[in-house]
């Protein structure tokens, strides 16, 4: 492109104000980059699905909780062969970016449902004999630098002791590895019966929900409506689904999460619009003499208005290819703290592709208008002034 | 032979419901190779033809034929082209890039060539040679004096080989001294390269390094001997 210096030139034409709408922009896409992957994150975590496994929720809201005397009767459904429930605990252990997800549950079982799951038979047995008793994944463990004995203490915030005490303190008496490494959902697990009896009596009880294990798997869809079927009338119905499905609902709320960033990031870019456009318009405007002469050389007036859209789209371009680039390095450097619970988070093409496109685009219609303009420019006008 | 035919030529300008009539059935012939200088009060008309000479306006009414070609009824890209091709412009305030070199500035009218990056650049080190600023070729418009600055002007206003030089008081925003070097340069270009120029000034003693000397009246033109 023989115009290159030309139009590279002009951006230099005021440092400060190109500097400051190229910072702007670069802010704008480093943030695409790392909100689109973390959403993407949020996206991809929710594969992991156990085929024969059945997860019974609240037929309304995931936060609604179900009375724990619903497990006797789904146990007694024909075609469970066994079942446990779950509790989200929230909490926060030390600072609230340390997030692994921690349920309360009943150790035996919940290792026999999720056989994948492998720990020492030893621990496990003293996971269901010390009441204080709390399992982690290996590698969380080994990410927190914890030992077999150690207290880990957490602070709780959805479920509060009945002593009128937020904190939690947990035996850790075994670490457990997940085979073929599948599950993203590995999660710091603690003896129900403790916590049960330690919240305030008024919660005690509710859990969150069910994961039942099914005799035939192909059945799943006939044992799945025979359980809803239980507690339709009750007061706490319920949602029967695969696994698969149940992620996939997840998936569904933690949708709005990619709607949320879709929001964000439809503000930031509509700001940084009327921010270039501003700045390109002034920039035309200072410059309309200078046009002139170009035409007056004989450039063309579509040659003319090409070099000012060229101009706005190698700045916006210029400007989204090095804020992709830094979020991705800065991927890199916060991947470690932030794959404890989103699972892996990396920038994908499609993300990289998606910005420079909309880098692009966002060149093209901020350099739209002033292009327009100094098409129409009249060479004899302009020099006049 | 004539490189420069107007005939009957009229350009009103309209604003509003007022017509200003400023060039009234101009006829006029330049010679290859003439000087010619044009001389008038101001507001007669002066930029005003020479911007239809130079194919940057058209006419009311009447025929321009410039360099063998009817700049008449050209569409606005045709125009263009015909101009890089044969018209170099030179204006009173020198109108440079300033954010470009002077090689930058001068090799701005190769950019509509064909020719490659290191040709344009050695044909606007000879431009800058000729007008004798070779050695500031790197150097930006705001670091070069008003003289120098109007050398490069001439330097990118011959570095296409036009046919034609059109000067709009090129010496008006220079001292005495300084305008005879550009007037001598421009003389050594119509003598030497065989330039047509035609050359708008107040000067009297800028028009007398003309071989021609014209006035310009109330729209309509009086001839006069240099
Ligand atoms: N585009 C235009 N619109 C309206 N009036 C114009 C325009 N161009 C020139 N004029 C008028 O035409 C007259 C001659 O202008 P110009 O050719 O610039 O004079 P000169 O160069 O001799 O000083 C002036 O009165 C000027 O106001
Ligand atoms: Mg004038």
Redesign the pocket.
């Given at each position: 492109m023989k115009s290159f210096p030309l139009i590279w030139s002009n951006l230099f034409r005021r440092r400060v104000r190109t500097f400051l709408t190229l910072f702007s922009i670069i802010a704008a896409f480093l943030l695409f980059g790392l909100l689109r992957s973390i959403a993407g994150a949020f996206e991809m975590g929710v594969n992991v699905a156990g085929v024969d496994r059945l997860m019974v929720s609240p037929k309304y809201s995931m936060v609604d909780g179900l009375p724990i005397s619903h497990l006797a009767q789904i146990e007694a459904v024909e075609g469970v062969a066994e079942a446990t429930h779950m509790t989200w605990f929230g909490g926060t252990y030390q600072n609230p970016t340390n997030f692994f997800p921690k349920f309360p549950v009943q150790p035996r079982v919940y290792f026999d449902l999720y056989s994948e799951y492998i720990i020492d038979p030893l621990q496990l047995d003293a996971f269901e004999r010390i009441r204080t008793a709390a399992v982690a994944p290996a590698d969380l463990a080994e990410q927190y630098g914890w030992r077999i004995g150690d207290r880990i203490p957490i602070e709780g915030d959805i479920w509060l002791r009945g002593d009128g005490s937020d904190l939690w303190e947990f035996e850790l008496v075994g670490t457990y590895t997940v085979r073929d490494d599948e599950s993203t959902f590995a999660s710091f697990l603690f003896n129900y019966e403790y916590f049960d009896e330690a919240r305030i009596p008024e919660t005690q009880g509710i859990v969150s929900n069910f994961v039942v294990r099914v005799t035939d798997p192909d059945q799943a869809g006939e044992i799945s409506a025979r359980i809803d079927a239980q507690f339709e009338n009750s007061i706490n119905p319920t949602r029967t689904a695969t696994e698969e499905e149940a992620n996939r609902q997840f998936a569904a709320q933690v949708g709005d999460i990619g709607l949320i960033m879709n929001s964000i990031l439809s503000a930031v870019f509509f700001t940084i619009l009327l921010l270039t456009a501003n700045t390109m318009t002034q920039a035309l405007r200072e410059r309309i003499p200078e046009l002139a002469v170009l035409k007056t050389l004989g450039f063309t007036d579509r040659r003319v208005a090409l070099l000012v859209l060229l101009e706005s789209v190698l700045l916006c371009g210029l400007g989204g290819a090095l804020g992709i680039a830094m979020s991705g390095f800065a991927l890199q450097a916060l991947g470690p703290e932030l794959e404890g619970f989103l699972g892996q988070i990396e920038m994908t093409a499609a993300t990289t592709l998606s910005g420079v496109g909309i880098a692009l685009l966002l060149g093209v219609v901020v350099g739209l208008n002033p292009a327009l303009s100094a098409r129409r420019l009249?060479v004899?006008?302009a020099l006049?002034k | 032979m004539s490189i420069v035919e107007l005939q009957q030529v009229s350009?009103h300008?309209?604003?509003g419901r007022q017509t200003?009539e400023?060039l009234n059935g101009i006829d006029l012939n330049i010679e290859e190779g003439d000087f010619l200088a044009l001389m008038?009060?101001?507001?007669?008309?002066?930029?005003?033809?020479?911007?239809l000479i130079g194919g940057l306006?058209q006419p009311t009414s009447g025929s321009v034929e410039v360099a063998g070609r009817q700049l008449v009824g050209l569409s606005s890209r045709k125009l263009a082209q015909w101009r890089s091709r044969n018209i170099g412009f030179i204006f009173q305030f020198y109108n440079l890039l300033p954010i470009l070199s002077a090689r930058r500035n001068v090799e701005l009218p190769l950019l509509l060539t064909r020719l490659g990056g290191r040709q344009r650049r050695r044909n606007a080190d000879v431009a800058l040679t000729i007008v004798g600023l070779a050695d500031r070729a790197s150097h930006k418009p705001g670091e070069l004096s008003g003289g120098q600055q109007q050398r490069v002007a001439i330097a990118r206003a011959i570095v296409a080989d036009p046919r034609i030089l059109v000067c709009?008081?090129p010496t008006g925003d220079l001292d005495r001294e300084t305008a005879d070097e550009i007037l001598d340069l421009l003389e050594l270009l119509n003598r030497e390269h065989g330039k047509t120029i035609i050359m708008?000034t107040h000067d009297p003693k800028a028009a007398s390094h003309a071989r021609h000397t014209l006035y310009?009246d109330k729209g309509n033109l009086v001839r006069e001997a240099a």
């Open positions: 009249q004899v006008e006049r | 350009r300008f309209t604003k200003v400023v008038g009060p101001s507001g007669s008309g002066k930029t005003t033809l020479l911007n306006d709009d008081e708008v310009l």
